[in-house]
C-alpha cells in the first residue's frame, strides 16, 4: 500500500467554481500536511501547511485535516484560469511523501 | 536570490552514458533533496541529504549515486544511465528544524535515455 494515494484526475471546472481536492494516507504518525500547486514544466511550489487536524484558509484556499480518516482535502473557491495546474499532497514523516497529483483545468 | 537552480535543464543520454545533474541552492539550508518524478508515480525520493557531509537511500536509489560537496550543492550522478530512468529530475532543499520543513523545489531536468 502506498503511503499516501491521490486522484489524479484529470479535473475540468468552469472559472468560478468550488474545486476540492483530496488525498488519503496511510500512516498516523504523520502530523504535517502540506499542498503544493505545480505549473507546467515548473518544479513544485508550497501553497499551503497544516499541522495536526483541523482547517486553514488562506484566501481562496482552505485545507482540511482529518487525521481521524486519515484523509486531507484542499478547496479552491471562485476558482480562476490561473488556478490551472497540478496540484499534489504532501505529508512529513521521517522524510517527505508525495502524492501522485490531480492534474487541474479551469475553463474561462 | 536565486533559490534553487539545476543544469542541465535538458538532456538526451544513450543507454549506458554517464552524466552528473548538478544542484545548488543559496538559501543556506541544511538539507537537500533529489527527486524523479514520473507521470502516474509522483515525486519519489532517489537521496536525500540532511545535512553537509551526509547522504542517505531513498525510495528509488538503484542506479544513481549523490554527492554533497558542500553545503550549497548536491550532485546526482547516472554511472550507466538506462531507458528506465528517463524522467523529470528535481533537486530541493528545506531547513532541518521544526515545526516545518518546507521544500524549495528547483526547476527541474528533463532526461530521456535512448
Known amino acids: 500500500q502506498k503511503e499516501v494515494e491521490q486522484d489524479p484526475g484529470p479535473l475540468s471546472v468552469p472559472e468560478g467554481a468550488i474545486v476540492s481536492l483530496n488525498c488519503t494516507y496511510s500512516n498516523s504518525a504523520f502530523q504535517y500536511f502540506m499542498w503544493y500547486r505545480q505549473y507546467s514544466r515548473k518544479g513544485p511550489e508550497l501553497l499551503m501547511y497544516?499541522?495536526?487536524?483541523g482547517n486553514k484558509e488562506d484566501g481562496r484556499f482552505t485545507a482540511q485535516v482529518d487525521k481521524s480518516s486519515k484523509y486531507i482535502s484542499l478547496f479552491i473557491r471562485d476558482s480562476q484560469p490561473s488556478d490551472s495546474a497540478t496540484y499534489l499532497c504532501a505529508m512529513r514523516g521521517n522524510q517527505f511523501y508525495f502524492g501522485t497529483g490531480t492534474s487541474l483545468t479551469v475553463i474561462p | 536570490n536565486a533559490g534553487v537552480t539545476q543544469t542541465p535543464k535538458f538532456q538526451v543520454l544513450k543507454t549506458g552514458q554517464s552524466m552528473t545533474l548538478q544542484c545548488a541552492q543559496d538559501?543556506?539550508?541544511?538539507?537537500m533533496y533529489w527527486y524523479r518524478q514520473d507521470p502516474g508515480m509522483g515525486l519519489r525520493l532517489i537521496y536525500y541529504?540532511?545535512?553537509?557531509?551526509?547522504?542517505d537511500k531513498g525510495e528509488v536509489p538503484n542506479g544513481y549515486n549523490v554527492s554533497r560537496l558542500n553545503k550549497r550543492e548536491f550532485s546526482l550522478r547516472l554511472e550507466s544511465a538506462a531507458p528506465s530512468q528517463t524522467s523529470v529530475y528535481f533537486c530541493?532543499?528545506?531547513?532541518?528544524?521544526?515545526?516545518?520543513?518546507?521544500?524549495?523545489f528547483g526547476p527541474g531536468t528533463r532526461l530521456t535515455v535512448l
Open positions: 497544516t499541522y495536526s487536524s
Open positions: 530541493a532543499s528545506s531547513e532541518t528544524s521544526p515545526p516545518l520543513n518546507e521544500q524549495f
Open positions: 541529504s540532511a545535512s553537509e557531509g551526509t547522504t
Open positions: 538559501m543556506n539550508h541544511n538539507s
